[in-house]
């Protein structure tokens, strides 16, 4: 199994209490601290209002960090989960990854979903199209993408996007570009874009979620053609680990009281539903207990995400020390 590690950036109020001169540093050290670990991979997410309500904390832009984390890293490689399509006009957003990729040295992996949270769009002036508006946009995007790093330039007539001969020179470092992960479940249309197109999958990370959208995308995989084996299958976990139960249940506690600072009660417990009685949360030994669970069903890689990784990071030690060598 293969592990990557989000690094918070402010979207999910992981950054609050820290003066923004100073976010920067705490970002980056993070992030050098994980190219000499044992993570594989390095993500953010692509937001730009905080969950689980908009606030004015910070929220720092993906493809800014993207270029930082490449000229200060030097192995490990660099995520989004995902981008949105419409937040960038893909011939554009092809040429920024490219960009990234070299000042990297080929370290570049291109997170790519439809967009959902409809705040934002709506505050930026991209409106809020229909999903099937939003999933052709992102299945034409993808199209774009593939044809400029494969080739340096992209053309394409489509129904959302219009391009004539984009050029994206010089190409991405990656032979062939820059490895595709198609994020979401939707059962009829991503996960058909995700046989069709994606070099990974991201998806439900629940045992039983998990292993039905599996099977969905084999089924997909069947009907455009594609060898089902040849895209590597992955997930998101929310972590809150300890050396003994109560040791997790005090990492929640002292998340609920953060968030309940920002966005009230009744919301901050709403966000502890993403952790309570999922794969991330418990012992090292009881997480290890769900994930290889889930392993023994064809996830391969695991993206983690450890909410008070800003102010304490005691918990990706034990994390690292005790989980990723049991599974790796």
Known sequence: MRFGLFIPQGWRLDLV?????????????????????PWESLWVYDHFHTVPEPTEEATHEAWTLMSAFAAST????????????????????AKVAATVDLISGGRVEMGIGAGWYEHEWRAYGYGFPSGGQRLGALDEGVQIFKQAWETGSATLDGKYYQVD????????????????WIAGGGEKVTLKIAAKYADYTNFDGTLEGFTHKSELL????????RD?????RSANYNVAIGSTEAEVEDRLKQLQDRLTTYV?????????????????????????????????????????YFPEAAYDRTGIELFEREVIPALS
């Open 74 to 93: 030097s192995r490990i490689r660099l995520g989004q989960m995902c981008t949105a399509m419409a937040y960038r006009n893909p011939a554009y957003l």
């Open 264 to 304: 009230g009660a009744e919301k901050a417990e709403g966000a502890l539903g993403a952790f309570r009685g999922l794969p991330g949360v418990g012992t090292p030994e009881q997480i290890v207990e769900n994930l290889t669970a889930l392993k023994n069903e064809g996830l391969e890689y695991g993206i983690f």
């Open 218 to 225: 084999r089924g997909h995989c069947e009907t455009v053609g």
């Open 17 to 37: 209490g820290i003066d923004p001169a100073e976010q920067w540093g705490v970002m980056r050290d993070l992030a050098t601290a994980a190219d000499s670990g």
């Open 165 to 180: 001969g984009a050029r994206v020179w010089p190409k991405p470092l990656q032979e062939n570009g820059i490895p595709l």
């Open 228 to 232: 089902f084996g040849a895209i590597v």
